[in-house]
Structure formats: structure tokens, C-alpha cells
């Protein structure tokens, strides 16, 4: 059917054509900022789930959910190697001249210019307020202690003071949270905890992969009663049915029954393969109006095709050869997770000997401990990709 027309986006952060199966996260995050509207006490929340299962999509949703109340949002994205002062110092200067605009800056947003500008100093950062700070004196004794936690404590603070002064609220989503060092991840936490005692309109929205939970209690032990983890998995099969109908149906086209079952089959709910299986078998369809089973047949080839170069590939273009082997091991045992004594068995060493290996993938964000001497892959169904590369070259393990 024409491409065009095409509804289904497969792509990392992709918002889909129809977001289904996560209400009550929405729900919890519209309850947390009307609570800090009212100078209520709300956690904030982290969200953890698998590859391409939708934490992305839906920071962006909580976001347009605060611009819809009139607060500012502003995402953050963590990466390996990122410098957290300088993107903290980054984003809270975005913030506050979104607050209040150069022009007609209010007397509590120039003090938290004042802020920034000691935290900057203290920091070693680049003056980030730019323009802005010409005139503007730091103010001493503020976020100036060279120790990150209070410094940002200091830092939120003040912006939460700001937002209050103007009646609005500060969002901030941080995505790929577990690339966070561990003693900047204990620096969110502990700065949050203390802002948080003030019951300002200031919200912190999280993302990151299973791991995030476990790397956040050995950051700080009392994480877990900070935060509000909430898993965020594939969707059921009505909510992964409604992703690809809901869409369809807009455009006046009709899914089969037993094309839609066979694409749940294929899918196992997981929302960025039904994106990809949805859009393969859309443009294959011979439509004019329907999606039939004989479609989605046609379609499994370039579906799985389109996910091994791209999706699954990604993921392993940056391992090295030890990893890559480590991963055959994992996926030759089948389906996790794996204790790690037995993938260190099947490679013929002990598990101390691939300690580092582990730890290195688990780091690259590719594998995690589901549980103390378990291991299992980030990305859903890697193991079938593994094996199905196994199966088409040999070389695999040489690449
Ligand atoms: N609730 C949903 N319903 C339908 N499709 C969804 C839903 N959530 C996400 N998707 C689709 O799934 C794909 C992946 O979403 P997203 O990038 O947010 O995942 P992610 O969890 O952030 O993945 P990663 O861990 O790789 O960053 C996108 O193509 C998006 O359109
Ligand atoms: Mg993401």
C-alpha cells in the first residue's frame, strides 16, 4: 500500500502513531506535578525497561504533559564519558532563561543566575549564562561548596524557587541514566533528596535499562525510597493490537484477525518491533483497505532483515572480540537469563576469568544482572539475533 500513507515508525524515540498500555505512568506523573503545584511532596520517578520498549517516547510525553500545565520541561540525555557539572550547569541555564526571558528577568531568576555563576566558577565550567551573566555578580556561598550534591541541591533549589516566584513548575527528564558515573548518579540522588524536603515545583523523570535500580542503591543506599521505579515492559496483546489498529483504522485501513495475532506472535508485544513489522507489512500489502495474514507472511523476511542491520546491529558494532564471544556463549544456552557460571563454563573458563568481559558488556549497556550470578541481554530477543547471525556466517565470532 502506499508509503506514504505509512503510519508505523519503527526509531529510537520515534514518537508512535498511537502510544498505548502506559496510562498509569501518565497518570502517576500528571498526579506528581499537580502535587508540586499545590506544595505537596511527589517523587520523582525513574523508569526502567529493555531496549526499545518506549522510556523514551515517553519522557516525551511526560514533557508535553508538563508544557500543557504551563511548566518548563527541558530532557537531558546521559551519555558514557559525559562531563555531569557542566550538563547540569547547561541545562539549569536553559531552564531559567526559559523561566523568565533575558528582557524581563524576575529578581529570583537573576539570584539563580547569581547561583549558576558561583556553581560555574566553582566547577571549573565555561560561563554558560553567556550574555546573560555581563553585570551579573555569583552569588558567594551558593552552590560554590565543591561538593556536587549540595552544590546541585543548591543549584535545583534555586531554580524551584524561581519557577514557584512565577507560578510555573521545572521538569527535567534524564534519559540513559545508567551512562551516569556512579558518583554522579549518589550527586542526583542526594541533591534531590534534600530539594525535595522543600516541596518545590521542581520534577526529575528518569530513564535507563533494567540495571538503573541496582546502580542507583550502590550510588546511595536510601535510592529506592527516593525514587518511584516503575518497570515499563512489552505491552499485552489487546495493547499491541490497538498500536497497530489504532493507526490503521485512521487511515481506513483494516487489520485481519489472524494477520494482527501473527504479528503479536512475531512481535512478543515489544513496541519497537511492532513498529517495524507494522510499517514492513503496510508497505507490502496490496491493500486497497486491508492488512491480511498472507501480508504479514511477505513481511517477516524484511522485518527481521531491517531489524539485524539495523536495531540489533548497532548494539554489537561496538564490541570487541572477547565480548562478541561472551555473547555467542549467553545465546547458545538459549533463552534468560544465564547464570554466569554456566556462560563461563560453556566458553571453557571460570567466572572470575570473563569478569571484566561481563562487566564491560553490562557497561556498554548491552547486558545486565537480572539478579546476583545472573546475566541477561538488554535488547529483547538478542538471542535470537545471535544465533541467527551464527547461522548465516561462521565468521561471526572473527567480525
Ligand atoms: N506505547 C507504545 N505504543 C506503541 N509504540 C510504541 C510505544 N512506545 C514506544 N513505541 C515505539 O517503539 C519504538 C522505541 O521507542 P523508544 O525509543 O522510546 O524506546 P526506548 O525504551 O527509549 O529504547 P532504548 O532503550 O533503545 O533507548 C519507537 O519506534 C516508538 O514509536
Ligand atoms: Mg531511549
Redesign the pocket.
Known amino acids: 500500500m502506499d508509503p506514504t500513507r505509512n503510519p508505523y515508525?519503527?526509531?529510537?524515540?520515534?514518537?508512535?502513531p498511537?502510544?498505548?498500555?502506559?496510562d498509569a505512568e501518565l497518570e502517576t506523573i500528571r498526579i506528581a506535578i499537580e502535587r508540586l503545584r499545590l506544595g505537596r511532596f511527589a517523587k520523582s520517578v525513574i523508569l526502567t525497561?529493555?531496549?526499545?520498549?518506549?522510556?523514551?517516547?515517553?519522557l516525551q510525553e511526560f514533557r508535553r504533559l508538563g508544557q500543557s500545565r504551563d511548566w518548563v520541561c527541558q530532557p537531558l540525555e546521559a551519555s558514557e564519558g559525559m562531563r555531569f557539572p557542566q550538563a547540569m550547569a547547561e541545562l539549569v541555564r536553559k531552564v531559567l532563561l526559559r523561566l523568565s526571558p533575558a528582557q524581563n528577568m524576575a529578581d529570583r531568576a537573576k539570584r539563580a543566575l547569581g547561583v549558576l555563576k558561583s556553581f560555574q566558577m566553582r566547577w571549573n565550567l565555561p560561563d554558560g549564562a553567556g550574555d546573560l551573566s555581563v553585570g551579573l555578580d555569583p552569588v558567594p556561598g551558593w552552590a560554590d561548596s565543591g561538593l556536587l550534591d549540595e552544590d546541585l541541591a543548591g543549584l535545583f533549589a534555586e531554580v524551584g524557587e524561581a519557577a514557584r516566584e512565577r507560578q510555573k513548575g521545572v521538569l527535567v527528564t534524564v534519559?540513559?541514566v545508567q551512562y551516569l558515573k556512579r558518583k554522579d548518579l549518589a550527586a542526583l540522588i542526594v541533591g534531590l533528596h534534600q530539594v525535595s524536603q522543600e516541596q518545590l515545583p521542581f520534577l526529575v523523570v528518569g530513564?535507563g535499562?533494567p540495571s538503573v535500580p541496582a546502580l542507583a542503591g550502590e550510588a546511595k543506599s536510601y535510592a529506592e525510597r527516593l525514587f518511584n521505579f516503575r518497570s515499563?515492559n512489552r505491552?499485552g496483546d489487546d495493547?499491541a493490537k490497538a498500536?497497530l489498529v489504532e493507526p490503521a483504522d485512521e487511515e481506513g485501513v483494516v487489520w485481519r484477525p489472524d494477520a494482527l495475532d501473527q504479528i503479536v506472535r512475531e512481535t512478543r508485544g515489544y513496541?519497537?518491533f511492532?513498529?517495524e513489522f507494522g510499517k514492513q507489512a503496510w508497505d507490502l500489502a496490496d491493500g486497497p483497505a486491508e492488512i491480511t495474514g498472507s501480508d504479514v507472511d511477505a513481511a517477516v523476511a524484511t522485518a527481521v532483515d531491517e531489524l539485524d542491520t539495523g536495531f540489533f546491529s548497532v548494539r554489537i558494532d561496538r564490541t570487541t572480540d572477547s565480548e562478541r564471544e561472551y555473547l555467542v556463549a549467553m545465546a547458545s544456552l538459549g533463552k534468560g537469563p544465564y547464570a554466569s557460571g554456566r556462560v563461563a563454563a560453556t566458553m571453557g573458563k571460570d567466572t572470575p576469568g570473563v569478569g571484566p568481559v561481563r562487566d564491560k558488556l553490562i557497561k556498554k549497556g548491552l547486558c545486565y544482572s537480572p539478579r546476583w550470578g545472573e546475566i541477561d541481554f538488554?535488547v529483547p530477543l538478542f538471542d535470537d539475533f545471535v544465533r541467527r547471525r551464527l547461522r548465516q556466517s561462521a565468521g561471526f565470532r572473527q567480525r
Do not use: F, H
Not at 525497561?49 to 517516547?57: A, I, M, N, P, Y
Open positions: 515508525c519503527p526509531g529510537a524515540g520515534s514518537p508512535p498511537a502510544l498505548v498500555g502506559r525497561g529493555l531496549r526499545g520498549v518506549g522510556k523514551t517516547v515517553l534519559d540513559e530513564a535499562l515499563i505491552l495493547d498500536a513496541p519497537y511492532l513498529q538488554t
